[in-house]
């Protein structure tokens, strides 16, 4: 019986080439650093936006969802300054201020605040206001410097914020504590990029916050007198403390102020 037999013949496979202008498409690579900050940096503007005007509108949960959101990616610097050095402070300003106004004045069922928030209601405001300082803290403090970092490393508005929020809560021991460590310290060069201006405009306002504010609500106007009186850098006018009315705004502090107004008004 005749056997049907075949050749199987193997043709080596050649990939096409490919057509000229076309674009290869190969493994993903990672995204570059750069645009990786860029990405976040313009995240972390529209976060703002949202959480800011959420603010304004009282709107506690979604507020404090998207400051938590903000703070995934908001760590501590490697090195002073960093790129996301503008946000960190203005992401910490607005989570100071939202603790101290909840604390102040909650609403009407605290079911409705997230628990940390509920957590916060039954501190002292001695506990609360040391708690986020030293938050603050460890959040402006580059991760491989000192483990005790301090206040020079706090952005002025930061600190201004930080002593607000003691006067808006009843506790001007705690601004004090602040200022107090700041002052002892602010000769270290933090922030080399910032002005000579700006230096001296935050310096002035943190004083008139501890003289007019602070040590009379500690009824110290007498250490108060005595300390403007050997204070050498600002100038005369601003030294007499007889100048300067003891009223202060206790929200939002004037580092933010205009800030927050401009939110609002977009559509």
Not at 179 to 201: C, F, G, H, M, S
Request: negative net charge; charged residues 20%; aromatic residues 8%.
């Amino acid at each position: 019986m005749p056997t049907a037999t075949g050749t199987i013949t193997t043709v080596a496979y050649t990939a096409p080439l490919p057509l000229k202008g076309a674009v290869i498409v190969t493994a993903a690579s990672p995204p570059s650093p750069t645009l990786a900050v860029s990405t976040t940096m313009a995240t972390l503007h529209t976060l703002y936006n949202r959480a800011a005007r959420a603010f304004i509108l009282r709107d506690i949960p979604l507020t404090y969802s998207l400051i938590e959101s903000a703070f995934e990616v908001l760590i501590p610097p490697l090195i002073l300054p960093d790129t996301l050095a503008d946000h960190r402070r203005k992401w910490d300003i607005l989570r100071i201020t939202l603790e101290s106004t909840v604390y102040t004045s909650p609403p009407a069922s605290n079911d409705s605040l997230p628990k940390s928030l509920q957590e916060n209601q039954i501190k002292t405001p001695q506990a609360l206001l040391m708690g986020v300082y030293i938050r603050s803290l460890a959040l402006f403090s580059p991760q491989n410097g000192p483990a005790n970092p301090n206040a020079t490393h706090l952005p002025p508005q930061v600190l201004i914020t930080l002593i607000y929020s003691s006067l808006r809560v009843n506790c001007p021991e705690a601004g004090r504590i602040v200022i107090e460590e700041w002052l002892a310290r602010r000769d270290v060069p933090i922030y080399p990029i910032q002005d000579a201006a700006t230096k001296e405009n935050s310096y002035e306002k943190v004083l008139e916050l501890y003289c007019l504010h602070i040590l009379p609500k500690l009824e110290q106007w007498d250490y108060a007198r005595e300390f403007l009186e050997y204070e050498g850098e600002l100038s005369t006018p601003i030294r007499d403390v007889s100048y300067l009315q003891p009223e202060y705004p206790w929200y939002p502090s004037d580092c933010f102020r205009q800030e927050f107004e401009e939110i609002a008004q977009v559509p």
